[in-house]
Nanobody, 113 residues
Framework: VQLQASGGGTVQAGGSLTLSCAASGVNFRLATMGWYRQAPGNQREMVATITSAGYTNYADSVKGRVTISRNNVRNTVALQMNNLNPEDTAVYYC????????WGQGTQVTVSS
């Protein structure tokens, strides 16, 4: 299983970013996919997940600002993030529990105040 994340960068507070994760080696249509993040000194935390049926779950800290979506043709999962604030600064990881626990390499998101 390979998860290739992209789309991170630096943005000012109030700005937007879209992260993308391309999955291979997984039966994508059947796989729950998710995004987690880890800020320096903090534990890795769930940001959003989406099941194979399209059901979504969001951390309270991002509800209303973040949307997770999936494309079962391209085997990709996206994380649209709006109204970003400095507390969103972290390394963001793509994740799937399908067949085990697999993590992407992470992509840095930095929000400046």
């Amino acid at each position: 299983v390979q998860l290739q994340a992209s789309g991170g960068g630096t943005v000012q507070a109030g700005g937007s970013l879209t992260l993308s994760c391309a999955a291979s080696g997984v039966n994508f249509r059947l796989a729950t996919m998710g995004w987690y993040r880890q800020a320096p000194g903090n534990q890795r935390e769930m940001v959003a997940t989406i099941t194979s049926a399209g059901y979504t779950n969001y951390a309270d800290s991002v509800k209303g600002r973040v949307t997770i979506s999936r494309n079962n043709v391209r085997n990709t999962v996206a994380l649209q993030m709006n109204n970003l604030n400095p507390e969103d600064t972290a390394v963001y990881y793509c994740y799937t529990p399908w067949g085990g626990k697999y993590w992407g390499q992470g992509t840095q998101v930095t929000v400046s105040s």
